[in-house]
């Protein structure tokens, strides 16, 4: 079953009066249940195509569906549609610094079921599989780079989204933490079919995905050392 079809998408953006191209035409199916790597160079659009995908932006032409169906960032109902269905984890973490790291976490899943206590009990359980539960109470600025970035991780994955979106989810973790997060990436989308979007450089890790494309001057094609 494909979970996500992309067909010809194109964004753009002005800079200095000039247009400049980012996508041109990008084409992808991604089947339930799959792990996609896209490596590519820098400002070659990766993070430009994952905020498309998760509905952050609006491309210029083109279009996205999901299950069949054809979605857009000004359709009714969408946050409610992100906050269930994608989870996102940014390259820069954007955590909400008045709140603790549990509450981070649970957050998203407050948003959807106004349940608090469900929504802790919840963060506190993703917070133990990411070795980070004794760092509940402590607030981002507290936290090193590598745990605010596993508190993201967890964030994104607590409302069991049908689709993660990850941008450089390692990007801030040392070696043991890297490799644990992958193995926990590819533990949840054994067992519970999630499918995975990774933006990542490192080679190992695209390596351990089901698929590994590479953007280059606007379109995705087949990565090849």
């Known amino acids: 079953m494909i979970i996500l079809e992309v067909k010809n998408l ?23 249940g799959e792990t996609l790597a896209i490596s590519g160079e820098s400002g070659s659009g990766k993070s430009t195509l994952l905020h498309l995908l998760g509905m952050l932006d609006s491309a210029d032409s083109g279009e996205i569906l999901y299950s069949g169906k054809k979605i857009t960032i000004k359709d009714r109902g969408i946050n409610n549609f992100r906050n269930q269905k994608i989870g996102f984890v940014f390259q820069f973490h954007y955590l909400l ?10 957050m998203p899943m407050f ?6 206590q469900k929504s802790v009990s919840r963060a506190g359980e993703l917070l133990q599989m990411l070795d980070l539960y004794a760092r509940r109470k402590h607030y981002p600025n ?8 596993r508190i993201a991780v967890a964030r994104a994955l607590i409302n069991d989204p049908e689709l993660v979106l990850a941008d450089e989810p390692t990007g801030n973790l040392d070696e043991n933490h890297s490799i ?3 193995s926990y990436i590819q533990e949840l989308n054994r067992s519970r079919q999630q499918t995975f979007i990774i933006v990542t450089h490192n080679k190992t890790i695209a390596n351990q995905m089901d698929r590994h494309l590479f953007l280059s001057e606007g379109v995705l094609k087949p990565f090849s050392d």
Do not use: P
């Open 10 to 32: 194109c964004k753009s953006y002005l800079e200095s009066k000039e247009k400049l191209e980012i996508l041109k035409g990008v084409d992808l199916k991604v089947m339930k």
């Open 97 to 106: 610094e008045d709140f603790t790291a549990i509450e981070n976490v649970a």
């Open 111 to 116: 948003v959807r079921t106004g349940n608090y």
């Open 142 to 149: 507290q936290l090193s780079g590598g745990e605010q970035q």
């Open 180 to 182: 644990e997060l992958i």
